[in-house]
């Protein structure tokens, strides 16, 4: 298992952008797949990106294509979800997740290893 911790949600105007970061605890976070998902209030927790082990396959939800970057950086056990051009759908609490050590993609919550505790987004219109 490993822990992990959000932070950089918070309240932006529409058009605009936030930062989220997820830090991972314990040596394995390079042999982990990490994916970002989120839940709106009343909804099912859905996938948004994913990340390869080192960064160099990323796969998106067809709703944040072109908007959204994820990206990691294994010296620091950081994964970063880069939001751009957000909109009042994308209101939700967001959740770092991670596979499973050497696991392989994780695009459903069933790949899921572990969660974070979520970190709220809301983007007024």
């Given at each position: 298992?490993v822990q992990l911790v959000e932070s950089g949600?918070?309240?932006?105007?529409?058009?605009?952008?936030?930062?989220?970061?997820?830090?991972?605890?314990?040596?394995?976070?390079?042999?982990?797949?990490?994916?970002?998902?989120?839940?709106?209030?009343?909804?099912?927790?859905?996938?948004?990106?994913?990340?390869?082990?080192?960064?160099?396959?990323?796969?998106?939800?067809?709703?944040?294509?072109?908007?959204f970057t994820i990206s990691r950086d294994n010296?620091?056990?950081?994964?970063?979800?880069?939001?751009?051009?957000?909109?009042?759908?994308?209101?939700?609490?967001?959740?770092?997740?991670?596979?499973?050590?050497?696991?392989?993609?994780?695009?459903?919550?069933?790949?899921?290893?572990?969660?974070?505790?979520?970190?709220q987004v809301t983007v007024s219109s």
């Open positions: 298992q949600g918070g309240l932006v105007q529409a058009g605009g952008s936030l930062r989220l970061s997820c830090a991972a605890s314990g040596r394995t976070f390079s042999m982990r797949y990490m994916a970002w998902f989120r839940q709106a209030q009343g909804k099912e927790r859905d996938f948004v990106a994913s990340i390869s082990w080192n960064g160099g396959s990323s796969y998106y939800a067809d709703s944040v294509k072109g908007r010296a620091k056990n950081t994964v970063y979800l880069q939001m751009n051009s957000l909109k009042p759908g994308d209101t939700a609490v967001y959740y770092c997740a991670a596979g499973p050590s050497l696991g392989r993609v994780v695009t459903t919550k069933a790949h899921v290893g572990s969660w974070g505790q979520g970190t």
